[in-house]
């Protein structure tokens, strides 16, 4: 089966025709924006796998492409900070979980909400959910950070090599390890079957945590 310089191949996914228009300007959009640091038959590839993984995990197959576009260019970032051909000059840190509908996600809003730009935040899961816990979403509600559009993201080789540290909350051994990078692990109740009012501690555990973290990662001048 041949193929075209614009097209994703259809054969490595059945059923992609149906939103072929959409992940094909996709790849346009990521050509234009990673020129110089990645061809277009890497980005088609990352947009792909981004797909696949999504398409297999999220609830949300109506907004699928979308997802993948912002899945395939948050790895394609971390590849280019991890080869160097993008300079990151804030530390980069990465939250994993288990399905990264908790913790993790928890964990990401509030450092990028308390760092305000000073540090770089990623988050994934090592077995992903197909949605975010609507009790997380609920208690981070409370506390005036919005993450209803966020999505579970599988654990990827790329976005380990980005970061500069690690923070586990639960996946055991699966996150990849890699000298230079700074590993922790976070022990915290799972959220996940738990009402809201037992998730309000977890959260604020988190929120210590992590302004603990903020000092470890800026030195004062």
Not at 50 to 69: C, D, E, F, N
Not at 85 to 109: D, K, W, Y
Not at 142 to 165: C, H, M, N, Q
Request: aromatic share 4%; with cysteine.
């Amino acid at each position: 089966m041949t193929t075209t310089p614009d097209s994703p191949r259809r054969r490595e996914m059945p059923g992609l025709h149906n939103h072929e228009a959409s992940l094909t300007a996709i790849v346009n959009d990521l050509e234009r924006r990673f020129l110089g640091h990645f061809g277009r038959e890497t980005i088609g590839r990352y947009v792909l796998e981004s797909y696949a993984a999504l398409k297999r995990t999220s609830s949300v197959q109506i907004h699928l492409p979308v997802l993948a576009g912002h899945f395939a260019h948050e790895r394609l970032t971390a590849v280019a900070q991890a080869e160097g051909t993008i300079v990151s000059t804030t530390p980069e840190v990465l939250f994993v979980c288990v399905h990264n509908a908790g913790r993790s996600q928890m964990a990401a809003a509030l450092l990028d909400h308390h760092a305000q730009g000073r540090v770089h935040v990623r988050s994934a899961g090592s077995q992903p959910a197909d949605q975010l816990n609507p009790a997380v979403v609920a208690a981070m509600s409370e506390v005036g950070l919005d993450i209803s559009k966020e999505f579970p993201k599988p654990l990827t080789d790329d976005v380990v090599r980005a970061a500069d540290v690690v923070i586990t909350m639960g996946c055991g051994d699966a996150c990849p390890i890699y000298p230079g990078r700074k590993y922790l692990d976070w022990q915290l109740d799972d959220p996940a079957g738990k009402p809201i009012a037992d998730v309000r501690p977890i959260r604020d555990q988190i929120e210590t945590r992590v302004k603990d973290l903020i000092e470890d990662l800026i030195a004062a001048p």
